[in-house]
């Protein structure tokens, strides 16, 4: 499999608003899940939003209320709309599907305060 491709990413001020998408090279219906993860500098790779086959979602305490996972199956397209954004969101943010999925590249995302 090839590995997805994420896009979105930016410099924004704390309070801004970016949207992330991911495109899988194959159909997003291959996996069980998908999902977005962020690694900030120094830290562990944390599990951001996932969303499941059905359209159930998950999200990371921290993000609750601010962020949306969303995705369109005709696109193969996954996306995180990310809302109020706070200078601890900054990371780089990857998708995956799982199980079994690759890591991406990554897209940066920078917030400023």
């Known amino acids: 499999q090839a590995q997805p491709m994420e896009s979105g990413g930016g410099l924004v001020q704390a309070g801004g608003s970016l949207r992330l998408a991911c495109v899988a090279s194959g159909s997003i219906f291959n996996f069980n899940v998908m999902a977005w993860y962020r690694q900030a500098p120094g830290k562990q790779r944390e599990l951001v939003a996932a969303?499941?086959?059905?359209?159930?979602?998950n999200y990371a305490d921290s993000v609750k209320g601010r962020f949306a996972i969303s995705r369109d199956n005709a696109e193969n397209t996954v996306y995180l709309q990310m809302n109020s954004l706070k200078a601890e969101d900054t990371g780089k943010y990857y998708c995956?599907?799982?199980?079994?999925?690759?890591w991406g590249q990554g897209t940066q995302v920078t917030v400023s305060s």
């Open positions: 995956i599907g799982q199980p079994a999925g690759i």
């Open positions: 969303i499941t086959k059905s359209g159930s979602t």
